[in-house]
T-cell receptor, first 113, second 111 residues
Framework: KAGVTQTPRYLIKTRGQQVTLSCSPISGHRSVSWYQQTPGQGLQFLFEYFSETQRNKGNFPGRFSGRQFSNSRSEMNVSTLELGDSALYLC????????????FGPGTRLTVT | LAKTTQPISMDSYEGQEVNITCSHNNIATNDYITWYQQFPSQGPRFIIQGYKTKVTNEVASLFIPADRKSSTLSLPRVSLSDTAVYYCLVAFNNAGNMLTFGGGTRLMVKP
């Protein structure tokens, strides 16, 4: 099976702009979770989508949003970018049960200037 | 408060067994504990997952005591290629399924 894919792999944006990141899960996986990874804060949970519905949400401002399509592919959007949004954004897919055995993509490296 | 805590770093030598502990005091009855390995510029890679007692697969073992407030990842006979950051993850059901990673343990394996 193909693994989790994320596009783009690298992105440079200017403060105030918005950005959309994409994630394609492993075939058959219905849950997609998004994480932000920074050297200072580590891996932080953004939100999880399951069957096109947001199931769980972390403690991030409303500028961070997401959605999931009927084929389980997911997108994450960040509006009004701030310098502190520079990070590696990771998505992970799982079957959708409560065990959260997740498989991660390679991430999108976002740099905000 | 949903929190997982790990040692920041550990050193070991090739061929030794390495044990990395994660504490998760507020874990709920149905929460699973999952461990990941991460190399630079890559996403975390699934290692092992457990719910109680002991789980073993081809690369690691996971020990979970009866109170489940901590867990220990055991890597037998490490090699240089095991040098990486190891993370524990708990989905805290009593905190709205907040998926919470520990801060990560940087393991350095020396020859």
């Amino acid at each position: 099976k193909a693994g989790v894919t994320q596009t783009p792999r690298y992105l440079i944006k200017t403060r105030g702009q918005q950005v959309t990141l994409s994630c394609s899960p492993i075939s058959g996986h219905r849950s997609v979770s998004w994480y932000q990874q920074t050297p200072g804060q580590g891996l932080q949970f953004l939100f999880e989508y399951f069957s096109e519905t947001q199931r769980n949400k972390g403690n991030f401002p409303g500028r961070f949003s997401g959605r999931q399509f009927s084929n389980s592919r997911s997108e994450m959007n960040v509006s009004t970018l701030e310098l502190g949004d520079s990070a590696l954004y990771l998505c992970a897919s799982s079957l959708g049960g409560t065990s959260y055995e997740q498989y991660f993509g390679p991430g999108t490296r976002l740099t905000v200037t | 408060l949903a929190k997982t805590t790990q040692p920041i770093s550990m050193d070991s030598y090739e061929g030794q067994e390495v044990n990395i502990t994660c504490s998760h005091n507020n874990i709920a009855t149905n929460d699973y504990i999952t461990w990941y390995q991460q190399f630079p510029s890559q996403g975390p890679r699934f290692i092992i997952q457990g719910y109680k007692t002991k789980v073993t697969n081809e690369v690691a073992s996971l020990f979970i005591p009866a109170d489940r407030k901590s867990s220990t990842l055991s890597l037998p006979r490490v090699s240089l290629s095991d040098t990486a950051v190891y993370y524990c993850l708990v989905a805290f059901n009593n905190a709205g399924n907040m998926l919470t990673f520990g801060g990560g343990t940087r393991l350095m394996v020396k020859p």
